[in-house]
C-alpha cells in the first residue's frame, strides 16, 4: 500500500513537472477543463434550469427514465416528452448546440458532489438575515418528495410526500403511517399533494388531501387534481369522501396546483393549475383548470360566490385565468387570500385574490415560452388583475405562508415564498396590498417545496434532494 502510494506520489509530482499545471486541476475531472461549456451553460441556464434546476441537481440525481445515453438523452432534448410537460427543443437548437447540452449534463453528473445541497451545513451554522440569525434544525430526514406540512400547537406533525403517503409525527417522534389515503397518480408534478386540518382539528380530527386522482378512459391514462375529507380515528382515515374534483381529466401529468387553504368564514380555498392546456383551460368558466376555487367543507358551494348566478358556468370558481398556483395564504389580519403561481419562463407571480377577477394566463404574462418563442406579448389588459409583484427568471415559486407567531416578530405580516428553483426564501414585506421590499434569505436552504407556520409558533419547511422537513428557530 504504501508503495502504491509512493509510485502515485511520485508519479504526480512528475505529471506536475512536465505540465506545470497548478495543483487544484488534479482534483477536477479532466474532461471539464477540455471542452467548453460556455454555451451550453448559458443555453441550460436560460432554457432548462427553470424545470431542471439552476446547478442540475434533477439530473445529477435523477433515475433515468428516458436513459442516460448520449443518444438517448439527444432524443429527450430533441423531441421533448411533451405528456409530462418537457417541451422540445427541435427547432430551438442545431444538433450540435443539442450535443453540447448533453455533454454538459454528462458532465455535470460525473461533478455529483459539486451539487449536493448544504442543508446540514445551514443547521449548525446560523445564516444571517436583515432581522434575525436564523437556524435550520432537521426534523425530519430521509423523505422523498415531502409535498406539504401542518404542525399543531403540542408539536405534533403531518406530512405528505408524493408517492402517496400521509404520516403524522407525534410529539415523542414516533413516526405514523396513516392508512386509507385514496390511491394517487405518482407521476410528473402528481401523487398526494396538500395536506390541510379543520380549524378545528384538536375536536373534529377532520382533515383535507388534495392529489392526482386517475382514470383509464379507452386504454389511456387520464388524471385530475381531486380532494377528500376524511375523519383520523387513530392511525386510519375514516368516512373518506371525495369534496372536489376537477373536470375534465387530461393526459398530462403537470400543472395540478393543488394548494388548499381556510378563509375566515370556514370555506376551503382550492387552486387548480391549467394541467398544460392553457387555451383551453384558464379563460373558460365552463372548467375547472386554472382557477381558484371555494366550496364548503362538504363539497357544496358558499352562496356568496361571485358566478353562483351565472349560467355554464362551474360555480366553485372563485378567480380565473391563473397557470400553475403552488402556494395560498390567508392574511389572518385582514382575511385576504395571496397566491403564487408558476409562470412559463420568466413570470412567477404572487397575486392577491380577489372574488371574480381575472389573472389573465395566459392572454398577459411576464413571461415567455419554455423554448424561447413569445406567448402574448402582452404584459398588462384592462379586465385582467396585475401581479403584486413578479419574478423575472422564474424562482419557480412554492409554498408560502404568512407571519404571525410572536417567534418571528419582526416577520409578522410579512409573506414567506419559497423558491424551488434557486432553494431560497423570498420575504416579502407588505405595506397594505402593496409590495414594499423583499429580501433573499437561507440561500442553499434547498429547493423549497413547502413552508408552514405551525401552532406551536415555528416555521417549518420541507426540502427536496434530500427529502428533509426542517424548522426555522431564531438562534440566540
Ligand atoms: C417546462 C419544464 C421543462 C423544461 C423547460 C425542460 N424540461 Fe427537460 N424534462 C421536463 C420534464 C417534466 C421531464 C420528464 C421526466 C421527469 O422529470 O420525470 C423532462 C425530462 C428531461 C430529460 C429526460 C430525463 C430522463 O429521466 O430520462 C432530459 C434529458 C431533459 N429533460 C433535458 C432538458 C434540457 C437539456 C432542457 C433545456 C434545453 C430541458 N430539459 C428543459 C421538464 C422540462
Not at 178 to 186: E, L
Not at 189 to 195: F, I, P, S
Not at 381 to 387: D, F, K, N, R, S
Amino acid at each position: 500500500m504504501r508503495y502504491i502510494l509512493f509510485v502515485l506520489f511520485i508519479s504526480a509530482t512528475f505529471v506536475f513537472c512536465k505540465t506545470k499545471a497548478p495543483i487544484v486541476e488534479v482534483t477536477e475531472t479532466p474532461a471539464v477543463a477540455a471542452v467548453d461549456f460556455t454555451s451550453a451553460e448559458k443555453n441550460h441556464k436560460n432554457y432548462c434550469s427553470g424545470c431542471h434546476g439552476e446547478q442540475m441537481q434533477a439530473f445529477v440525481d435523477r433515475q433515468w427514465k428516458h436513459g442516460s445515453e448520449a443518444s438517448q438523452i439527444f432524443a429527450s432534448i430533441k423531441n421533448g416528452i411533451t405528456v409530462d410537460g418537457m417541451p422540445s427543443y427541435d427547432t430551438t437548437f442545431t444538433d450540435e448546440e443539442v450535443n453540447e447540452l448533453v455533454a454538459y449534463i454528462q458532465t455535470g453528473i460525473a461533478n455529483v458532489d459539486k451539487y449536493k445541497p448544504s442543508g446540514e451545513k445551514l443547521a449548525e451554522n446560523p445564516s444571517p438575515t436583515e432581522e434575525y440569525s436564523i437556524l435550520v434544525e432537521p426534523v425530519v430526514t430521509d423523505l422523498e418528495v415531502p409535498w406539504s406540512i401542518q404542525v399543531l400547537k403540542d408539536g405534533t406533525m403531518f406530512y405528505t410526500e408524493r408517492k402517496g403517503t400521509l404520516t403524522m409525527v407525534k410529539p415523542d417522534q414516533t413516526k405514523v403511517e396513516i392508512k386509507g389515503v385514496p390511491a394517487v397518480r405518482n407521476r410528473g408534478q402528481g401523487g398526494l399533494l396538500e395536506v390541510e386540518l379543520h380549524p378545528n382539528f384538536t375536536s373534529n380530527k377532520m382533515l383535507f388531501l388534495s392529489y392526482s386522482k386517475m382514470k383509464t378512459v379507452d386504454g389511456r391514462d387520464l388524471s385530475t387534481t381531486a380532494v377528500i375529507s376524511a375523519i383520523l380515528q387513530g392511525d386510519e382515515l375514516t368516512q373518506v369522501k371525495e369534496i372536489f374534483e376537477a373536470l375534465p381529466y387530461r393526459p398530462t401529468t403537470h400543472h395540478y396546483g393543488c394548494k388548499l387553504e381556510f378563509d375566515k368564514n370556514g370555506y376551503l380555498f382550492i387552486s387548480v393549475g391549467e394541467r398544460g392546456f392553457e387555451k383551453e383551460n384558464p379563460q373558460f368558466l365552463d372548467n375547472h383548470g386554472g382557477k381558484i376555487h371555494r366550496i364548503k367543507i362538504d363539497g357544496s358551494i358558499p352562496e356568496d360566490n361571485p358566478f353562483v348566478n351565472a349560467h355554464n358556468v362551474v360555480k366553485s370558481i372563485y378567480c380565473f385565468g391563473n397557470r400553475n398556483p403552488q402556494g395560498l395564504a390567508l392574511n389572518p389580519m385582514t382575511g385576504d387570500l395571496w397566491e403564487n403561481e408558476h409562470g412559463p419562463r420568466g413570470g412567477d407571480e404572487v397575486n392577491l385574490i380577489l372574488p371574480g377577477k381575472n389573472y389573465g394566463w395566459p392572454v398577459i404574462s411576464y413571461g415567455i415560452n419554455y423554448n424561447g418563442t413569445t406567448i402574448t406579448n402582452l404584459t398588462e389588459l384592462e379586465g385582467m388583475e396585475q401581479p403584486a409583484t413578479y419574478y423575472v427568471p422564474s424562482i419557480a415559486a412554492s409554498g408560502m405562508v404568512f407571519v404571525t407567531s410572536d417567534k418571528f416578530a419582526k416577520w409578522k405580516g410579512n409573506l414567506l415564498v419559497g423558491s424551488l428553483r434557486f432553494n431560497y426564501i423570498d420575504r416579502v414585506v407588505l405595506n397594505g396590498k402593496k409590495v414594499e421590499k423583499r429580501e433573499i434569505m437561507l440561500k442553499n436552504v434547498g429547493r423549497l417545496r413547502d413552508i408552514h407556520q405551525g401552532k406551536d409558533g415555528y416555521i417549518y419547511i420541507a426540502t427536496e434532494r434530500p427529502g428533509t422537513i426542517s424548522r426555522l428557530k431564531v438562534n440566540g
